[in-house]
């Protein structure tokens, strides 16, 4: 029977550090950390996390901003506001809430963002500097899963990785994550040959597909660490992309579906501002 990773443990845990280096920053510099999201229009799942993200940057003591548009807000206003958040000294990471309405690009958006206050992660320079082994700014899902790994105890150096999903979110940056962290990576996707048998050999499964419950106790590997990013809503319950009962049995270590992956992008987040905070502040030095 595997050991349950809690996501919301850890992210707990987390914040209680991160918390005290808020403070210690703002000690030294006379401000706090100041964390901006932009969320347009009525999307209720996105105005349930931007709310959650503010509640959890009061916590911690930093500066919270976030700045609602209605649906029919032009590309030029958006833009507009995002280039007034790069400029202002007291913000020093900018989040703008996606999935956007459909007359926004958010190609255009990502390319608009400061890359030094781009705490989601996304921009091109931020996703090169990853790809490249540059310190950049790491998108926040896929953190959180490396921290959940290593939470556990288990090596990942020499390790046979698997990744299901290619999604530039959370599966190309969890694979570089991973073979940063000397991980031997396969990285599968919709389009993939033999997923049952590659999955079985992974020592660790990271499950980010968005189909629920895809991965059965046949997909696991004897005493793997399964990983699982999926959330998908069935009959109004959340379910991950792993079949948790089936898998359970299987695994040594498994994340459930909520309260696993989910509490830590947020904390991950908050600790992308901070980091953007101190290096702002070396910047101006």
């Known amino acids: 029977m595997a050991v349950i990773v809690s996501g919301k443990a850890l992210a ?30 009525d999307d209720p799942a996105s105005h349930v996390y931007v709310n959650n993200k503010e509640k959890a940057c009061v916590a911690l003591g930093m500066k919270s901003e976030v700045r609602c548009l209605p649906r029919e807000t032009t590309q030029e206003e958006l833009l507009a506001l995002v280039d007034e958040y790069n400029a202002r000294e007291d913000i020093h990471g900018l989040l703008v809430q996606f999935p956007l309405p459909e007359h926004l690009s958010q190609k255009a958006v990502l390319e608009r963002i400061d890359p030094r206050k781009d705490v989601d992660g996304l921009t091109v320079a931020n996703s090169g500097a990853l790809a490249s082994g540059l310190p950049g700014l790491v998108s926040c899902t896929p953190r959180g899963v490396i921290e959940l790994i290593r939470s556990t105890g288990v090596q990942m150096a020499g390790k ?5 999903g290619r999604s530039n979110l959370v599966g190309k940056p969890v694979a570089m994550l991973l073979l940063n962290e000397n991980a031997t990576v396969t990285m599968c996707h ?96």
């Open 12 to 41: 707990e845990q987390i914040r209680g550090q991160l918390k005290e280096k808020v403070a210690a920053f703002e000690g030294e510099h006379g401000y706090a950390p100041g964390l901006a999201v932009i969320l347009v229009g």
């Open 160 to 164: 046979n990785a698997v990744v299901v």
């Open 190 to 285: 919709s389009k993939t040959q033999n997923l049952k048998e590659i999955c079985a050999g992974a020592d660790i499964l990271v499950a980010a597909l968005g189909r629920p419950e895809f991965l059965t106790g046949e997909y696991i590997k004897e005493g793997a660490v399964v990983i699982d990013v999926g959330t998908s809503r069935v009959e109004g319950k959340l379910k991950g992309d792993v079949k948790f009962d089936e898998a359970e049995q299987k695994a040594a270590f498994i994340t459930p579906v909520p309260g696993g992956v989910g509490p830590m992008t947020i904390t991950m987040l908050l600790d992308n501002t901070l980091l953007a905070a101190q290096r702002q502040a070396e910047e101006r030095k």
